[in-house]
């Protein structure tokens, strides 16, 4: 069950007093969202408006629409990090999961028996269950690592493009293990640091060492960086997400390119789909500069990430 942060939420309201809120969340949690916060809304005499758009992380919140509303407050609940305020108007209230940690631990000893260093990380839901975690594993007989808070990482905590908590210790571990029901989140961390990676869903009990999806993911990248190496036609997308607004990276890339002589063409984009690249019938393949993992998604043409981008502005020089 989620239990949201409400005590934090009242004192952020007594202290506004706003008359219009902006609320958004990961959708997963939206039904529990709307009813929290309409009950809330009564109580302390606001109204509400729940943000209709996908939300993937602390890089895409409700600060730009809060302003188109004149909203006077947006709350985000889900997603956290080390800072509570982002922007001007959004703040992060925590939703923090209650769901025991032990039985997946148990489930897993039997898989960790080789290694003896362990590294251990999560996602926000799960983060002030992390010490009886570690307290867990190091009554079993291994020693363990949680990496430092790392802003905008707390401690022990990931996010799909950010492993620092988890590079800091990498030399003093084995392996990791990354407790949570989000693959994209371990197989990132398996791509960043190279090492054994142990995803632990504490719902379905799932343990499952990640490598292979890891490896996947890793091979349909340089896939679509070798097929994008014969476009002539190139798109780059600056996306307007506003924790994924890279302009700079993107007028830079579309200033190499262009002067080597390929057709670039600079797009600005929210949420990029399939169905809106194939709109764009003369380009041949497309950068992304808002979130590295966007790429590991299947699109019809190649998709390459910021960093596969520079790779492919480096490839094309030397030829
Ligand atoms: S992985 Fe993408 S969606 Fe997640 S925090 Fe990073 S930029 Fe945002």
Excluded: W
Aim: proline share 3%; charged share 25%; hydrophobic share 40%.
């Amino acid at each position: 069950m989620l239990d949201i942060d409400k005590d934090s939420l009242v004192k952020l309201l007594k202290e506004k007093k706003p008359k219009l809120v902006l609320v958004s969340c990961p959708s997963g949690i939206l039904v529990k969202c709307m009813a929290f916060m309409t009950s809330i809304a009564k109580e302390y005499g606001f109204k509400v408006v729940f943000l209709g758009e996908p939300c993937y992380g602390t890089c895409d919140l409700g600060e730009y629409n809060a302003h188109l509303l004149g909203a006077d407050l947006s709350i985000h609940i889900g997603h956290s990090a080390s800072m509570k305020k982002v922007g001007e108007l959004t703040y992060l209230i925590e939703a923090f999961d209650d769901v025991n940690l032990i039985p997946v631990l148990e489930k897993a000893l039997l898989k960790l028996k080789d290694y003896k260093r362990l590294g251990l990380c999560t996602i926000g839901p799960h983060i002030h269950k992390l010490d009886s975690a570690k307290n867990f594993l190091i009554s079993n007989g291994f020693e363990v690592f949680i990496g430092d808070e790392n802003p905008p990482l707390k401690r022990g905590q990931i996010f799909g493009c950010n492993f620092a908590t988890c590079t800091n210790i990498s030399s003093k571990v084995d392996a990791f293990i990354f407790i949570g029901s989000s693959r994209f989140h371990a197989s990132g961390l398996y791509n960043c640091i190279e090492k054994p990676v142990y995803m632990l869903d504490p719902y379905t009990l799932e343990v499952l060492s990640i490598e292979k999806e890891a490896l996947r993911i890793r091979k349909h990248q340089l896939l679509n960086f070798y097929r994008a190496l014969d476009a002539k036609d190139l798109g780059i997308i600056i996306g307007t997400k506003e924790g994924q607004f890279k302009k700079d990276d993107a007028f830079h890339l579309y200033n190499e390119l262009s002067q080597i002589g390929k057709n670039v063409f600079l797009i600005a984009m929210g949420e990029i789909t399939n169905d809106k690249l194939n709109e764009f019938q003369n380009i041949e393949a497309f950068i992304e500069t808002a979130c590295p993992r966007i790429s590991d998604d299947h699109f019809d043409k190649p998709l390459l990430s910021l960093d596969y981008g520079y790779k492919l502005l480096e490839q094309f020089k030397k030829y």
